[in-house]
Structures are given as structure tokens and as C-alpha cells.
């Protein structure tokens, strides 16, 4: 594995670790109201400024609703890219 891809698998896995502690420590109303500002945030993005998250931003979901799902699916999709790069 090159150290490039190391380094991003560590970083991802340390701020998904990290997200999870913080969303353990928030009470039902401010969880929702979190994913309530996460909607408006990407459904609001300027797509004069973010024209990627603009246009897909319909399909972007919060990893509030199966955060394990989610984590699990993100280091598959790292690690396939690493294997690929492995000549």
C-alpha cells in the first residue's frame, strides 16, 4: 500500500471515529436539528461556488441514518482504489 493511500485510509477512519463519539453526545432534538441544518446546508449549496454538491445534492445523505452502513461502505470504496493501484 503507498503511503498516500495509508495516510487517507488513517484520516478517514480517525474523523468517522471522531463523528461518532461527538453524534453519541448529542440529545434527540439537537440531533435533529443538526440533520435538519446539514438539509439546508447542501440543499442550499450556491452552485455558482459548488456545482458538484449543487447538482448532486438531492443524493447526498447524512451518515446520521446508518452510520455503520455508511462507514463500512466509504472503506470498502477506499480500499477498492487502493487494490486497484497495486499494479
Partial sequence: MRPRSSRRIVILLAALIASEAG????T?????QGMEQFR?????ADPDRF???????????PLGADRRAAFEDILAAHLARVEAAIP
Wanted: cysteine-free; hydrophobic content about 50%.
Fill in 51 to 61: 456545482p458538484a454538491l449543487a447538482h448532486f445534492a438531492r443524493e447526498i445523505r
Fill in 40 to 44: 439546508v446546508a447542501v440543499l442550499g
Fill in 23 to 26: 453524534i453519541d453526545t448529542l
Fill in 28 to 32: 434527540p432534538d439537537e440531533y435533529e
